[in-house]
C-alpha cells in the first residue's frame, strides 16, 4: 500500500485526467454517448478526461458556486501540464452547483451517473441517492467509487500529515487540529492547504463503511450489478475496538448500479 495519501500536483492532474476515467470504462465498459452526471466533481479535471471516451456531455455537480470562466481555468491547467483539451469542450461540459441535497434537474435527464471519492462527504447519503435514482433515465447506470472508508487507516484524509493510526475513531476534532497547526508549524507554506481545505474535509467525512453505503444503495431503489473492493495487506494491531474486522479491511469500493424500476 502507498503511504502517501495526496499525490504531487503533476500526478494529481494526470491521474484525475488519465486514469480516472480510464478505470471507469474497463470497470463499467463503454459509455459513449451518454449523458454524464459527475456528482462531486470538484475542479473538472476528470470531466475533461471523460470527453475522450465519446460521450455525449459531461455535467459536473457540486458544492461551489464556480466563476463563470471555471472551464477555461481547468483547460489552461491541463495545458500547463501539458495536455491539451478537447476541442469542442464548450459545448460539451456544463456545471451546476447545488445545496447537498436537491439535484437542478428534472426526471430521467441523464445516461450514467459517476462519482469518484465523493461520497465519503455527503451528509444526507439516502438523499442523494434517491436523487440519482430520479435523474436517471430507466435503463440508466451509476458507477459510484469510494476511497476511503471512514473506519480504514487513510478513512481521516490526515495519514500524510498526522501518523497515529486510526486516529478519526479515537481523536477528537480539537486533537486533530492541534497537531495539524503543529504540522504547520513544521511546514508553513502548507498553512493554506491544510487548515484552509485538508481539515475542513475532514470535518465533513459521514463516517460510513462499505456495509453501511450498500444498504443504503438498496433501500434507494438499486441493484449493484457489479462490485469490487479495494484492499491491501494492513497492519491492524492498532485497531481500536470495536471496529469489525470488514470495517477495517474494505478501504475503498468499485460499484455499478442498476436503477430498479418500481413495477406499475
Not at 69 to 75: G, P, S, T, Y
Not at 121 to 130: E, G, I
Not at 200 to 224: K, P, T
Amino acid at each position: 500500500m502507498c503511504d502517501t495519501f495526496i499525490p504531487e500536483a503533476a500526478a494529481w492532474v494526470s491521474s484525475h485526467y488519465y486514469d480516472v476515467p480510464n478505470e471507469t470504462v474497463e470497470f463499467c465498459g463503454s459509455i459513449a454517448g451518454a449523458t454524464v452526471l459527475n456528482l462531486g466533481c470538484g475542479e473538472m479535471l476528470t470531466d475533461f478526461g471523460l470527453l475522450r471516451h465519446d460521450v455525449k456531455k459531461v455535467t459536473g455537480l457540486d458544492l461551489d458556486n464556480r466563476t463563470s470562466d471555471h472551464l477555461e481555468l481547468v483547460a489552461k491547467k491541463l495545458q500547463q501540464n501539458g495536455i491539451l483539451p478537447a476541442a469542442d469542450y464548450q459545448d460539451r461540459l456544463a456545471y451546476r452547483f447545488y445545496d447537498g441535497q436537491k439535484f437542478p434537474f428534472g426526471d430521467g435527464e441523464f445516461d450514467f451517473l459517476f462519482s469518484w471519492s465523493a461520497f465519503e462527504h455527503v451528509h444526507n447519503v439516502p438523499r442523494v441517492l434517491s436523487e440519482i435514482h430520479r435523474v436517471l433515465r430507466d435503463d440508466g447506470r451509476a458507477f459510484i467509487q469510494v476511497y476511503p472508508w471512514y473506519h480504514t487507516f487513510q478513512g481521516s484524509h490526515l495519514s500524510d500529515f498526522i501518523r497515529e493510526p486510526y486516529l478519526q475513531l479515537t481523536r477528537s476534532h480539537e486533537w486533530v487540529r492541534e497537531r495539524l497547526e503543529e504540522y504547520v508549524s513544521a511546514h508553513p507554506g502548507s498553512k493554506d492547504l491544510i487548515l484552509g481545505h485538508i481539515y475542513r474535509e475532514y470535518l465533513s467525512l459521514n463516517g460510513y463503511s462499505a456495509d453501511h453505503f450498500y444498504s443504503d444503495l438498496v433501500d434507494a431503489g438499486f441493484q449493484v450489478t457489479k462490485a469490487r473492493v479495494i484492499s491491501y495487506d494492513l497492519d491492524l494491531s492498532e485497531l481500536p475496538p470495536p471496529t469489525k474486522f470488514s470495517e477495517a479491511m474494505i478501504c475503498g469500493t468499485k460499484m455499478l448500479l442498476q436503477k430498479r424500476i418500481a413495477p406499475a
